[in-house]
């Protein structure tokens, strides 16, 4: 059964920073490239970033270049999202996925409960 693990997500002023956490289980989780998502209310879920099974390919939505930077370590099947000079436009619900990875960022296939940010003074 595949199972993700999200943490690090909370309320940080603007500006801070944050680590989200994804811990995948019960696949080979070095066999597929890993994303993150994130929805507000009222907006359609959106990617983030997303990197290659080996990490030497990643993607970034334009609203997150140089801001943000996804990681992975399959030692620990876990993949990262470093946020820095978080704004509040970047509060919402963030996802991990697993998809395929010839194309990152898409037609995912597992998905993540999500883990909540907020950015508010």
């Known amino acids: 059964q595949v199972q993700f693990v999200e943490s690090g997500g909370g309320l940080v002023q603007p500006g801070g920073s944050l680590r989200l956490s994804c811990a995948a289980s019960?696949?080979?989780?070095?066999?597929?490239?890993m994303s993150w998502y994130r929805q507000s209310p009222g907006k359609e879920r959106e990617l983030v970033a997303a990197?290659?099974?080996?990490?030497?390919?990643?993607k970034y939505a334009e609203f997150v270049k140089g801001r943000f930077t996804i990681s992975r370590d399959n030692a620990k099947n876990t993949v990262y999202l470093q946020m820095n000079s978080l704004e509040p436009e970047d509060t919402a619900v963030y996802y991990c996925?697993?998809?395929?990875?010839?194309?990152?960022?898409?037609?995912?296939?597992?998905w993540g409960q999500g883990t909540q940010v907020a950015v508010s003074s």
């Open positions: 996925a697993a998809g395929p990875n010839n194309e990152l960022g898409t037609g995912q296939y597992y």
């Open positions: 019960g696949y080979t989780f070095s066999r597929y490239a």
């Open positions: 990197i290659s099974t080996t990490g030497a390919r990643t």
